[in-house]
């Protein structure tokens, strides 16, 4: 709050011209939308993927804990098909727990250069150990070596502790592959909805809202 006259200064950032895109972004018919939300989100995720931003995969996933608690972090989305969006951690961090605790999950996906939001709902559940290898062997030996090494969401000593940890590994399998770790997999969240949120000027928005019953779903349009 401002002391000199009680009022709470409030952000107002810079307006800024848009990023000009290499691409024309597709537009979604909000007044008659696809049947298929899973095609329709498959194609805003691989619309994101041209953008000129260091990470359009990322994934916002917020869960909660016993109490009802909620927490919320970025990881990176690696795969989205019929079943829904997987990525990987962890299973013994605080998301990790949570998720497998509660069993459910809401997700976010933010693209500023398209003015777009994509938010799903939904069931929690543990990949394969398959996928879950294939995609650690996807990873580069420096983070095959801290998935071991970092003891995530616990409390940390200081740095050199960490770096210690990072050393006895690397010496550990030294001469050879690094193996996942049986606590590091993937999660594939099941979406029961999917909304789509387009955004225009003077917040006069678009958004529609998939809701899973069986294998049908039904849409319906919000108020932005």
């Given amino acids: 709050m401002n002391a000199a006259n009680g009022s709470t200064p409030f952000i107002h950032?810079?307006?800024?011209?848009?990023?000009?895109?290499?691409?024309?972004?597709?537009?979604?018919?909000?007044?008659?939308?696809?049947?298929?939300?899973?095609?329709?989100?498959?194609?805003?995720?691989?619309?994101?993927?041209?953008?000129?931003?260091?990470?359009?995969?990322?994934?916002?996933?917020?869960?909660?804990?016993?109490?009802?608690?909620?927490s919320l972090r970025a990881v990176l989305l690696r795969a989205f098909d019929a079943d829904g969006a997987v990525f990987f951690t962890n299973h013994k961090s605080r998301k990790g727990r949570e998720l497998a605790g509660q069993g459910c999950a809401a997700l976010l996906m933010h693209w500023d250069h398209l003015d777009r939001q994509l938010r799903l709902e939904g069931s929690v559940e543990s990949t394969s150990d398959a996928l879950s290898d294939q995609y650690f062997r996807e990873r580069s030996r420096s983070k095959q070596i801290g998935a071991w090494a970092s003891e995530q969401s616990q409390p940390l000593a200081d740095r050199a502790t960490f770096d210690a940890r990072c050393k006895s590994f690397e010496e550990r399998f030294a001469g050879g592959d690094v193996p996942r770790p049986p606590h590091w997999a993937g999660f594939r969240i099941r979406p029961s909805t999917i909304e789509f949120w387009q955004g225009h000027p003077d917040r006069l928005h678009d958004r529609i809202v998939y809701t899973r019953s069986g294998d049908h779903w039904t849409v319906s349009r919000l108020y932005p």
């Fill in 13 to 70: 950032p810079p307006k800024r011209q848009p990023t000009p895109l290499s691409f024309t972004p597709s537009q979604l018919n909000f007044d008659a939308p696809p049947t298929d939300p899973i095609a329709a989100a498959r194609a805003w995720i691989e619309e994101s993927l041209q953008l000129p931003t260091p990470n359009p995969n990322a994934l916002y996933v917020a869960s909660v804990d016993a109490d009802g608690r909620p």
